[in-house]
């Protein structure tokens, strides 16, 4: 599938191990529901400014997921980390302030317990904040019910079916990566939606285009 401006999503979530299952079944709710996620970390290029990469990456995305969970002080400088916020305001900007095709940007955004964030960002408060409540599950159907909505017509997999192809995709994981002669904990961002596209093709929720 091509990744065009129109069934781009930005994710903008944390890249802690502890996080990784939310971070991983978001990816594949994303591609399972006939989306293309992107992210920060699909290209590294070091001639090329972080804050720039993010800007350019936000501007071919229509659609952004931000998971605002992440508040707890980083174990070394005992600050919190505050990317997610930031890069969920310049995605917010670039709707505000862009052009005709940026103001048609839509996102969702994730904290791990409702109304928590009014402790920490309040000046989203307002708008249709969805907690995931740091459980799988919960992250495939906040993400299936916002994405269904945005498409229009298209009736989304339910959020159970999707459940039981992320469970098979995951079994099928390790040998997945065993043939490109990987182990499940070297994937990086690019392998792991690459080993989902090619799952998909063999089982595909949609037609999957070339």
């Known amino acids: 599938m091509k990744s065009n401006y129109s069934n781009s999503v930005f994710i903008n979530c944390p890249f802690e191990s502890q996080y990784l299952p939310i971070f991983r079944v978001i990816i594949f709710t994303v591609f399972d529901c006939g989306y293309i996620a992107r992210c920060a970390r699909e290209i590294?290029?070091?001639?090329?400014?972080?804050?720039?990469?993010?800007?350019?990456?936000?501007?071919?995305?229509?659609?952004?997921?931000?998971?605002v969970s992440r508040t707890e002080p980083d174990k070394e400088t005992n600050l919190p980390r505050f990317n997610m916020p930031f890069e969920l305001g310049m995605f917010l900007g670039a709707k505000r302030f862009g052009d005709d095709k940026q103001k048609k940007k839509i996102c969702l955004i994730l904290d791990k317990a409702p109304y928590r964030y009014h402790s920490f960002i309040s000046d989203i408060a307002?708008?249709?904040i969805q907690s995931h409540s740091n459980k799988v599950t919960e992250a495939i159907r906040v993400v299936r019910e916002w994405l269904n909505n945005a498409s229009k017509g298209i009736i989304l997999p339910g959020g159970k079916k999707i459940l039981e192809r992320y469970?098979?995709?995951?079994?099928?994981?390790?040998?997945?990566?065993?043939?490109?002669g990987l182990t499940s904990d070297e994937i990086i961002f690019n392998d792991y939606t690459a080993i989902i596209y090619e799952w998909l093709k063999e089982n595909p929720s949609f037609p999957i285009e070339s």
Do not use: M, W
Not at 45 to 62: A, F, G, L, N, P
Not at 167 to 180: D, G, I, Q, W
């Open 44 to 67: 590294d290029d070091s001639s090329e400014v972080r804050i720039d990469k993010i800007t350019r990456i936000i501007s071919e995305c229509k659609y952004g997921i931000h998971d």
């Open 126 to 128: 307002g708008q249709d």
């Open 167 to 180: 469970r098979n995709f995951t079994s099928k994981l390790p040998a997945l990566c065993e043939k490109v």
